[in-house]
């Protein structure tokens, strides 16, 4: 199994339900570091032959380096939402790498969004799930090719995609698809109660963040009807009358 964990995105609450499944199993989680990427590729095929779950910050392609036969599983978030959380984690971490530019130079939200400070902020969902490198992928060099790369890869390579804000019926989703008994969170982490709604923030901000991740909410919306369709697929009793398009009013 292979969980790509999509920055601010829910992943680390996922991440301990999805280790949880593999109890005394052999794990290899990425942390976002290039080089490990390089130094998994460089293990010998047996060695990469023993993982019995691959996850953490790794995008689409990792699979090409597993012996054995694989499936991936994600969560997607609403890209509005996910760069105004993202900004309000990097002024309450001082140990976040973004940190020193972002309060140092008292950068707003607005700012934060335009000035697209590091890829993560520049259609990072659709990067993580396209089989190219995405440090490989210049701020602003996002393809119409690989927003359709991104969709193909989920559609046909994902036992199951999440969506955050339905975070519930995607854990129903995971016990269905793969019989797994235990999915309750056993906490919510990296969860940053201060900061404000989508609906308290300028309309000039949001405008501006969604014509950047242009091709990340296009992402979304596309993931959100396979929500639908798996949630059918699988069985599993919905609790929800649906979602606002990505970056409405929340």
């Not at 000035?115 to 996002?142: I, K, M, Y």
Request: hydrophobic share 35%; proline share 6%; charged share 20%.
């Amino acid at each position: 199994l292979i969980f790509s964990h999509i920055p601010k995105a829910a992943g680390t609450t996922l991440q301990e339900i999805v280790v949880r499944q593999f109890p005394g199993g052999r794990g290899f989680r990425f942390t976002g570091d290039t080089q490990q990427w390089n130094d998994f590729r460089a293990l010998p095929p047996d060695e990469r032959a023993r993982f019995d779950v691959v996850h953490g910050h790794v995008h689409f392609g990792i699979h090409e380096y597993l012996p054995d036969p694989a499936t991936y599983i994600t969560m997607l978030r609403d890209p509005v939402d996910r760069v105004v959380s993202h900004y309000h984690y990097v002024m309450t971490n001082p140990g976040h790498y973004l940190y020193k530019k972002i309060a140092g130079g008292s950068f707003t939200l607005h700012d934060y969004a335009v000035t697209r400070a590091s890829h993560e902020l520049d259609n990072d969902q659709v990067r993580w799930l396209c089989s190219r490198h995405h440090f490989d992928v210049p701020v602003g060099q996002v393809s119409r090719q690989m927003v359709d790369e991104a969709k193909w890869n989920l559609e046909n390579c994902f036992s199951v995609v999440g969506i955050m804000e339905r975070f519930n019926e995607s854990l129903e989703c995971l016990r269905a698809a793969f019989g797994w008994r235990d999915v309750a969170p056993s906490s919510s982490r990296n969860v940053n109660k201060s900061r404000p709604r989508l609906n308290d923030i300028p309309p000039p901000t949001l405008d501006a963040i969604r014509q950047i991740n242009r091709f990340d909410i296009e992402l979304y919306d596309f993931a959100v009807g396979l929500f639908e369709e798996q949630l059918a697929r699988l069985g599993v009793r919905t609790s929800s009358q649906g979602l606002t398009p990505a970056g409405g009013a929340a």
